[in-house]
Structures are given as C-alpha cells and as structure tokens.
C-alpha cells in the first residue's frame, strides 16, 4: 500500500536510492572522486593554520567577555539550577541571572527551555552524569550492532570506540549544565538505535533532545522528510506529532519568558555572525577534547569525520552525514564566535566516522582505478568502422 501511494503522488525513494549505492563514494565519476581527494588533502592542512589562528582569536574573546563582568556558561546554569532546586520559579530564576551575568534575555530563545533545570531538581547533576554516560554507551553499542555484517569486523569495532574517544566529554562531572551537550547524547543514541522495523524508541530519544535544545529541530525535519519520501506514512505521522507537540511547548516557553524580560534586558546581537568554517572546526576541537593533541594532529581528525560518514551507505551514512553537514553549515553561517558548542550536538556520533575514513580513501582510489581502466567506447563494444 505505501509503495503503490508513493508511486501514485511519484515520491523519490532517496533513501532507497542511497542504499542502493551500497558504497556511494566508490560510484563517483573520476573527476568528482579526485576533487573530493584534493579538497580532503586541502582541507586537512588550513585546518592547522585555522584553528590556530582561530583558537588564539577565540580566546580572547573569551577573555574579553568575562573581563567585562560576564560568567560562564556552566557556572550561570549551576547558579540557575540550585535556585530552582531550593522552589524558585525557573523563569524568575533564568532572566535573573542571565541578567545580571551581562547575558541577553531578548529575544525569547536566548533563555533555554526548563527541561534539564527541572530535571536537575529531581536527578541531581549526579544523575545527569549518569544518564549522560548512559546515552554516550548506548551510541557505541547501537553503532556496533546496527552496523554488524554491514562493515567489517575492524571496522565495526573502530566505530564503537572511536564514538566512545570522541565521545568523552560525556564523562565531565558537570555535564548536565550544558544542554547542547545533553541534547546531542540524545540525538546520537536516537540515529544510532534507529531499525527500520522499531524506530519508536528512536524517535523517544530524539524527543528528549528536541525538549533539551531547540536546534535539535532540524534533525525531526530530516528524519521526516526521508519518512515522506519512503512512504512510511506512519513513521512521518509520529516525527510531525513530535514537532507540533514541539512547538506548543516553546509557544508557552516564549510567553513565559517575555512575561518576565524588562525594558532594560540587553537584546542578543543575533545570529548572522557569518564566521565560517573555522568557527565550526574550532567547536568540534574544544567539544571532542581533540585540543589535548598536538596542533598538527587534532585539527585534521576534526576534519575527517564526515569524509568517513560520506563513504557509508544505508540509511545511517545518509543521515549522519546530512545532519552532519547542516550543522557545521549552520554554524558556519549563522553561530557567533561564543556559539562554538552548538556542534556538540553531533556528538558523539559524529567521532565514530573516524573507522571509515580508510573506507572512504579506499573507495575513491578505486573510483580513479576504474576509470583509468576502461577502455574507449569504440574499443569496448568492438566496433571496426564501415
């Protein structure tokens, strides 16, 4: 029934048709396979001119921000949060803070959703640890079996552990205080846990990603059109519930921040920082804990990830790396120079790509090998002339 519906309305299956790559790097013309080689080799080296340059700049800002009286983020939550916990309204509580802490409270969006303050109240910053550290081993464990028999061994076990490397900030004492960190946690054991056949349990995940921080939003905007374009009508039903549901919930979130903003509430500079991607690779250095390596080595291994994810077929490899790439386009494009964790939203998941960046260099040299290897059209079919 949901393919005769999809073929009657001509939806394209472009999940279907991405699996049907199997390895869709290895399906390139030539030319594509070589620039996609030149611009990874390119890339690796600016970024160890660029996160140096951009690290330096970073944190002078960073130095600049809290002379003028700002706090830091972890230590203005920390203050939130035990406040609510002592039976202070969250919203008194979080334009109070933010207030005095020099932070914007206008617009409504610069406040974060109650979700983990109200949590915190109940868990403790104990039991976000717990559950944090619970979510960075469900995505090593849901990437490990979800993917045997469609890797090799090597390659399964790499994912698994360099998920869990690239992962560890999940481990922090004080993880709960940051809810990009959380939020990812959910969104990456949500696309690790994904099975065509019990997705429910995924989309739950990814609901408490979305209720954490908004910008997980755009993960549901995936996920539901590739729903669409399958025709699991069912599937896209539940993804657009989970949004609307959404967005009633920051309808009553937006007033009840803007009851409480006064006149005075300095307004947020906005959004259009345009840093490009050297915000998004100095993000994915500090978020990843990439910075404990030497300079010439942490800035590639940001880099390289989403060549791996690229070379993946299936489902995941197609929304890992559309989810990926819009993130850190996202970042680059809109993210002010104090907004690098935004990309934690993609870990840990995103570390795990590391395991198939040989897969990925293998299959674009055998894209250039079979191309070098034909023959002439004439030669090939055997044709003399008249």
Request: positive net charge.
């Amino acid at each position: 029934m949901a393919a005769r519906l999809r073929q009657m309305i001509r939806l394209p299956d472009i999940v279907g048709w991405w699996e049907g790559l199997d390895r869709p790097l290895r399906r390139l013309p030539a030319i594509a396979a070589a620039a996609l080689l030149a611009l990874t080799v390119v890339a690796c080296v600016w970024s160890v001119s660029a996160e140096e340059t951009y690290g330096k700049q970073a944190q002078a800002s960073n130095k600049k921000k809290l002379k003028s009286g700002a706090r830091r983020d972890f230590d203005l939550y920390e203050t939130i949060y035990r406040r609510v916990g002592n039976g202070e309204s969250y919203y008194v509580v979080a334009l109070d803070e933010q207030r005095h802490s020099r932070y914007p409270t206008k617009p409504f969006v610069t406040v974060r959703p109650p979700t983990l303050a109200w949590s915190s109240t109940i868990l403790g910053l104990a039991g976000l640890r717990v559950i944090a550290a619970l979510l960075w081993a469900t995505t090593a464990m849901g990437l490990y079996f979800g993917l045997r028999g469609k890797v090799r061994s090597a390659e399964q076990i790499g994912i698994g552990l360099f998920s869990l490397a690239m992962g560890a900030v999940a481990l922090i004492p004080k993880v709960g205080l940051s809810p990009e960190i959380m939020a990812g946690l959910f969104v990456s054991a949500a696309l690790a846990t994904y099975r065509r056949e019990r997705w429910w349990p995924s989309l739950l995940l990814a609901c408490c990603g979305l209720a954490i921080r908004e910008l997980a939003l755009a993960y549901f905007l995936l996920w539901g059109a590739l729903a669409v374009s399958q025709a699991r009508w069912r599937e896209a039903a539940a993804v657009g519930a989970a949004v609307a549901v959404f967005a009633i919930g920051m309808y009553f979130h937006a007033q009840a921040v803007i009851a409480h903003q006064l006149p005075t509430d300095i307004v947020s500079d906005g959004w259009t920082a345009h840093q490009g991607l050297n915000l998004a690779l100095h993000g994915i250095v500090l978020v990843s804990l990439l910075s404990a390596l030497p300079g010439w080595l942490g800035p590639p291994l940001a880099v390289l990830p989403l060549l791996g994810w690229a070379a993946l077929g299936g489902r995941l490899g197609l929304v890992a790396t559309c989810w990926f790439a819009g993130i850190l386009t996202a970042v680059a494009l809109f993210a002010r120079i104090d907004n690098f964790y935004w990309v934690a939203l993609i870990f840990p998941i995103y570390g795990a790509g590391l395991a198939l960046v040989p897969r990925a260099l293998g299959d674009l040299v055998a894209a250039l090998r079979s191309f070098r290897g034909r023959r002439p059209d004439a030669a090939a079919s055997g044709s003399t002339g008249h």
